[in-house]
């Protein structure tokens, strides 16, 4: 990686002494190969390498943002003398700058393990076996099903990047890090004509910390015989569980109105809205951006702060926005009076989880529909009306009923999150969002 941070470096300088008062580079290369099995034969296999320059530019009071994968010494040099030439063709803006460098200082000596070393013993025999062995495992799996299975595919995948960050005001910074990961998907037919499809997956940091195969397999094959023979939901107000790996769609809309952009745009249903409750009392999100082999860990944002762990919401009250220094500047300005930068970045999530795993969470809402996948729609931040598509099954008697497909969920975000009656304990491990099954009463859903 120093060789990176010393291309960082030089084109800093560089920049500089072409014109530029400020300059920002980041300097990244990666290497990823995916190989996609599907119905016993390699469909694809994919091995690419990267690398590319990023250079943000204030120039005279302007800014613009530039990338190029030309590395090589003279192309650098007319990138930069033509990006700087283009910069001073825009308007000012006088909130555009580097951040204090004060942010910079006290970054923790901590080793996130964002690398596992176990990555250069990879092989492609290895890959290829692998990828195999999970479509094996897969129709083992769905043998049951007979003639209803259609085909079957699988992937696995890893990638190694590395990047180095200079301000030309005294941040340096480099990084690097690894994943990992496996999937697969089950596609069915039914004699309408509707080809169900399942899929399950796992992605790590470390190669060691994936799901085992069987898990996976065992995911997509559920997820795939659970919408046979799906209808439609008669229209209707339910209490609701969203399980785990959904709840991610619902949580975005949630906290995407909390940006800076949204905030400065005047977008945001949580204006003025700090420090007083908004939704249940039941949900404490925290942000935690130290999580070892996290794959949101962080020591600095992008910014080139230092980052901290910190809450978003404490027993339903707001306790900050996501602002980075660009919006916190721009808001000062035009505001007449200071707006704090909070960090626009989030990381792993720590939530306040119950004691519920999902199969006693269904005894305990007796009746009821389950939500298992959202299948597109939209939320408005400024309003927080919503309407999403998705899909599931109905819960009768604490057990999974008939499959439900073409929901449609209405309603405000805010209202939902204020719905919030129970959090479950099966935190999603995929991902950084950690996000457990919750329950929500008084939905509304609409199908026929």
Known sequence: MSSLL??????????RALGAQEAKVVASRSRGVDVEWRDGQLERLNDTTDQSLSVSLYVDGRFSSHSTSDLRPESVEVFLKQAIDLTRYLEEDLARSLPDPEGYEGRPEIDLELYDP???QVTGEQRRSEVAELETLAREASHHLGDKVVSVSSSVGDQYAEG?????????GARSGTTFGASVSVNLKEADGKRPVGGGYT????RADL?????????????????LGAQKIKTGSYTVIIKNKAISRILSALLSPLSGAALHNKRSMWEGKVNTQVVSPLLTLRDRPHVARGLGSALWDGDGYVTHERPIIEEGVLMTYLIGDYYAKKMTQERGQSVNRTGSALHNFDWSYGDQDLQALLADIGDGVLIDRFLGGNSNGTTGKLSFGCGGHMVRDGQLAEPLTEVNMSGNIASLWSSLSIIGSDGYPEGSANSPSCVFEGVQLSGV
């Open 6 to 15: 010393d291309q960082a470096r030089r084109v800093a300088d560089q920049a």
């Open 118 to 120: 176990s990555y250069e």
């Open 164 to 172: 180095a960050r200079v301000h030309t005001n005294g941040f340096e």
């Open 203 to 206: 992605y790590r940091r470390h």
């Open 211 to 227: 799901r085992s195969f069987p898990e996976v397999v065992a995911e997509a094959v559920e997820n795939a015989e659970g919408k």
